[in-house]
């Protein structure tokens, strides 16, 4: 299984960017899809994860501003950054909560990490 995270860039403050996370590779089911994000010196934070019921988790500082999106068919996630603001600077990394076989166990599958960096 391959992750390939895109997206990320430089944005200023007010701005949007959009993360895409897509998975490719023999995969049986996707239960959860989500990213999290991490700033040097700092706690890795959850920004946000959406479940296979379409159930979705938002840390306090990007509710109302991020939207987490998942397209089952192409085993892809999406996040959705509005109003981005220059404390959302940071790496931003997904993952996919994975079984790639009938009865196997689930994993988390990583991608690369995006920069995105939001000025003022």
């Known amino acids: 299984v391959q992750v390939v995270e895109s997206g990320g860039g430089l944005v200023q403050a007010g701005g949007s960017l959009t993360l895409s996370c897509a998975a490719s590779g023999r995969i049986i089911n996707c239960h959860e899809v989500g990213w999290y994000r991490q700033v040097p010196g700092k706690a890795r934070e959850l920004v946000a994860a959406?479940?296979?019921?379409?159930?979705?988790d938002y840390s306090d500082s990007v509710k109302g501003r991020f939207t987490i999106s998942r397209d089952d068919a192409k085993n892809t996630g999406y996040l959705q950054m509005n109003n981005l603001k220059p404390e959302d600077t940071a790496v931003y990394y997904c993952?996919?909560?994975?079984?790639?076989?009938?009865?196997?166990?689930?994993?988390?599958?990583w991608g690369q990490g995006t920069q995105v960096t939001v000025s003022l």
């Open positions: 993952y996919l909560n994975l079984q790639i076989e009938r009865v196997g166990p689930w994993r988390d599958y």
């Open positions: 959406i479940t296979s019921t379409g159930s979705t």
